[in-house]
């Protein structure tokens, strides 16, 4: 779980947007939590959920209200709202100074330092909300930028230590969290960082755009923006500022009677560490508490809910399902809890190897013994809760990740009590895991029977994440889990009735013979097509927003991340419009007008790459019939230096080639394929030097670069490209292993992938279109074997690169043939045989796509990444859906760029029976 996407939720009920909207939305004048009210439970995380049941909290600060003074500039820019005096010249980089504040005393610093600033024409920015300050500070907040309220831009050195001491003396005795990034000045909240104060960019060791600094040679290298403070090693620490770097290494463990081995976990809160105690040689765990951070939805910050967590812990002592209290130390400034360290396994680790549904076909005896586990399961947590409440406390935070099952599997044991409270007390829920996230109306112990309710469901389909997006998606959730395990229909229907309280639900099972039909869940099923086509093309419709400058189509949190984030193709406009066109759906001239107008400047910083920047833009709009403006954006990019630049699909050099050779050849300019055949031949030295080593797959390893050769061999007959091609797929493949039955999956070390973006299917798709040309046993039987990755009956997300889209998309172009279900024996054993793709296959995983489809509008729609929100881009959401859906069922081939169906592929229209 990606905790980043919390934050995303609050601005609207249904779609990731920009924590910044919501405050737009309050200084507009609209009700701030028109935005957010009917979401604050509805899938935050951590400790930023709910942050809309703090009042107000949208409202902007009365400074973020004021117009610019006479002389000074005000400009906003994502979630900052800055101040600078136009006279005044201030440097590309150096020492920036930080405000840090509390929640209760931020307006009082803000006034403070815009009435030092002001006269004095010192530039500065401020987070301009409590709600902003509150997410920045949160639980699960980046922990580089936590605590950061106000920056100020000194001139220089000197100026730096003036306003350092004078707000040092203005602020002395405000409260404020510690900034990890940055060095403290003495005990107050003002704190100091070198850094870039203007907006630059350069490309790190792995080729991705990072801010930049000027090094002492004056090159551009990334401004290290880290969770600790660091000193590039050309800037000469002033005099200054160095006591106080004295003082922040004066804190260490060696005082302490506690041995740190591990590292298990880190939260903007504090860490949570494996130990032994040095007195007794006892394993034990410690819980850091950073005081004013790590905030809760009520405010509360990480000492608080460790206060919380003990106090829980000590009612609860005896019982053998929580853990026991076994210190209490304070270091520094930071509480730490000791615990008795827990043996076992989290639930959610049971799933990858226990799950029958990561199979193709599960016997029926395979799902019989797993119905029977998670039944006994269920009982063992209930009865742990039971015990709790007993003793008057609700836990709170019930979820697959804070229940630990022991090695034998006969016991369970609570974890994470900073949420709980009396039950006598009533409150609300402040933490949550997005699948558990209880309604605004449960109070108590009815939180704890929410959580039990949605294990009933997720212990069986770990979805329930979804019930954020509509709750009215748990009775639909299951009937597919009475469909494919011997769970017993009351079991299901009780968990319904609980997570839906309050909410009529439509019931959803199959009629009777001859009965009327009752109400679907889903507007029309995934694999009915055209008309799923045209619901989806529906519903993307109804999500436009033309008014908006940075984004027309709702999708993934990256959308906000860059300059051309909500006009790309992964997550953009030109992703959207592509899956339209390519599945019939028509052109959308105001739609295109919306694209046209977003990139007909590109701002500084906006990515060269294919999937994330200006090449997919430009590819796009030459084949909506936008040529002379998509060679206007070739002409920037080429324009570009592009040392440095990735060799990877999504973002680097064989995205860019891939695109500058296809408009090479749909505008007849030989210069362009000249620059295709460039990056071609950059693209060769990185993968030589072992550039891209880092990670494998279609979009960001080899496979990607081994498309761009493959497709410059067939443009030049070139033998060699087909080589360099073989050679970057070997890399990929080299970093894959064989799962369950036999499935080849990448590595990433602590799990393995089997999707279209970075996982084996992508792999899957290049290694196809190189044996066309060429033949190779390894390849011969990877891509059997990588087929098997692609047939399993359960994928935790929807999305084309991340998701079962990105399965049916391979399946449906794939000449591969792989292990497939053979038939009983006489003793009962079942027996595996090697077999093509059929279409049985395909439409399996098109039935999968609909346990996760959500409707929008009347629409059929499908979630992002995280599942918490509806999407409709092309790498998460429901565009990617309409595309890989259109190249299995559409009369007409349908293709992801530059992986057209192959003469001898699997691909087949409806046309022709299959």
Request: with cysteine; hydrophobic share 40%; aromatic share 8%.
């Amino acid at each position: 779980m990606n905790k980043g996407y919390a934050v995303f939720c609050d601005a609207d009920r249904r779609f990731y947007d920009a924590p910044h909207r919501l405050t737009a939305i309050a200084a507009n004048g609209a009700s701030s939590a028109g935005g957010a009210a009917d979401c604050d439970r509805s899938g935050r995380t951590g400790g930023t959920e709910q942050t809309g049941g703090i009042g107000g909290i949208g409202r902007p600060y009365e400074a973020a209200r004021r117009a610019a003074p006479a002389g000074w500039q005000r400009h906003q820019s994502g979630d900052w709202l800055a101040f600078r005096p136009l006279a005044t010249q201030l440097p590309a980089q150096g020492w920036k100074i930080h405000v840090s504040a509390c929640l209760d005393n931020a307006e009082k610093v803000l006034a403070q330092v815009w009435d030092y600033c002001v006269p004095r024409d010192i530039a500065f920015k401020f987070m301009p909300s409590r709600y902003l300050l509150h997410t920045r500070n949160a639980k699960y907040a980046d922990r580089a930028g936590s605590g950061k309220f106000i920056t100020v831009y000194p001139v220089d050195d000197a100026q730096c230590r003036t306003i350092a001491e004078d707000l040092d003396a203005l602020l002395a005795g405000e409260p404020g969290p510690y900034i990890l990034s940055d060095l403290r000045w003495g005990s107050g909240p003002v704190y100091l960082r070198y850094g870039s104060f203007t907006e630059r960019h350069c490309r790190d060791e792995q080729g991705e755009l990072r801010p930049a600094v000027e090094d002492a040679e004056g090159r551009l290298v990334p401004d290290r923006r880290e969770p600790a403070f660091h000193l590039p090693p050309w800037v000469p620490l002033p005099e200054f500022l160095r006591p106080h770097l004295a003082a922040r290494s004066a804190t260490s463990t060696t005082a302490i009677p506690y041995t740190i081995e591990r590292a298990l976990h880190f939260s903007n809160g504090g860490g949570v560490y494996a130990a032994r105690d040095q007195r007794t040689g006892r394993r034990v765990v410690l819980k850091e508490a950073r005081p004013h951070a790590g905030l809760a939805a009520d405010g509360a910050d990480a000492v608080t809910r460790l206060e919380r967590e003990r106090h829980a812990l000590e009612q609860l002592a005896g019982l053998d399902c929580t853990p026991e209290v076994l210190d209490w130390f304070t270091l520094g400034d930071h509480s730490f809890l000791v615990l008795e360290f827990i043996e076992g396994r989290p639930l959610n680790s049971f799933f990858a190897r226990r799950h029958p549904l990561i199979e193709q076909d599960p016997s029926a005896e395979a799902l019989a013994d797993y119905t029977a586990w998670a039944l006994r399961v269920h009982g063992l947590v209930t009865e742990a809760i039971d015990a709790v409440h007993a003793r008057g406390v609700a836990f709170n935070d019930l979820h697959l990740f804070n229940i630990m099952v022991s090695d034998d599997e006969s016991s369970v044991v609570l974890l994470d009590f900073e949420a709980a409270a009396g039950i006598a007390e009533a409150r609300r829920q402040v933490i949550a895991n997005p699948g558990f996230v209880a309604p605004a109306d449960r109070r108590g112990a009815d939180v704890d029977r929410y959580a039990l309710a949605c294990l009933r469901i997720a212990l069986f389909l770990p979805l329930t994440s979804l019930l954020a997006v509509d709750r009215g998606k748990a009775a639909h959730l299951a009937d597919v889990v009475a469909e494919h395990f011997p769970v017993d229909r009351g079991f299901l229907e009780e968990a319904v009735a609980e997570i839906t309280r309050g909410r009529p639900v439509p019931d959803t099972r199959a009629p009777a013979t001859h009965a009327p039909s009752p109400p679907r869940y889903l507007p029309v099923e995934p694999g009915d097509w055209p008309y799923s086509r045209d619901s989806m093309a529906a519903a993307i419709r109804a999500s436009a927003t033309f008014e908006r400058h940075d984004r027309c189509f709702p999708g993934d949190i990256a959308q906000f991340a860059s300059p051309a984030g909500g006009a790309c193709f992964a997550h953009g406009a030109a992703g959207v419009l592509y899956a339209l066109a390519e599945t019939g759906c028509g052109p959308w001239p105001e739609a295109e007008e919306w694209l046209l107008r977003a990139i007909r400047k590109p701002a500084p910083g906006t990515p060269l790459g294919f999937y994330d920047g200006l090449a997919g833009i430009a590819w796009t709009l030459d084949r909506l019939g936008h040529t002379a403006t998509a060679l206007e954006l070739v002409d920037v990019i080429r324009a570009q230096d592009w040392t440095g630049m990735a060799p990877d699909l999504h973002s680097g050099l064989a995205g860019v080639g891939l695109a500058l050779d296809a408009l090479g050849a749909s505008t007849g300019d030989s210069s362009l394929l000249d620059a295709a055949l460039r990056c071609g031949r950059l693209v060769a030295e990185s993968t030589a030097t072992g550039k891209a080593a880092q990670r494998a797959g279609l979009l960001y390893g080899g496979s990607g670069a081994a498309l761009l050769q493959l497709r410059l061999y067939e443009r030049t007959g070139d033998p060699a490209l087909l080589a360099v091609a073989a050679d970057a797929l070997n890399r990929d493949l080299d970093r894959c292993v064989r799962g369950a039955g036999g499935a080849l999956q990448v590595d990433e070390g602590w799990r393995t992938m089997p999707y279209l973006g970075a996982g084996s299917v992508g792999i899957g798709m290049v290694l196809d279109d190189w044996l066309a040309h060429g033949d190779d046993e390894r390849f011969t039987r990877a891509r059997q074997e990588i087929v098997q990755a692609a047939q399993a009956k359960f994928y935790a997300q929807p999305g084309l690169f991340r998701g079962a889209a990105g399965m049916v998309l391979h399946l449906s172009r794939t000449a591969a043939t792989g292990k497939g279900p053979g038939t009983g024996t006489a003793t009962g054993a079942r027996t595996d045989t090697i077999t093509g793709v059929s279409p049985d296959d395909i439409a399996r995983q098109i039935g999968v796509l609909a346990w996760h489809a959500v409707p929008f509008e009347g629409h059929l729609a499908f979630p992002g990444e995280q599942m918490m929100r509806l999407s409709m881009d092309l790498a998460t959401g429901t565009a990617g859906c309409l595309l890989a859906l259109g190249a299995a069922l559409h009369d007409a081939p349908v293709r992801l760029p530059f992986l057209p169906p192959p003469p001898t592929g699997r691909w087949r229209g409806p046309q022709d029976g299959s």
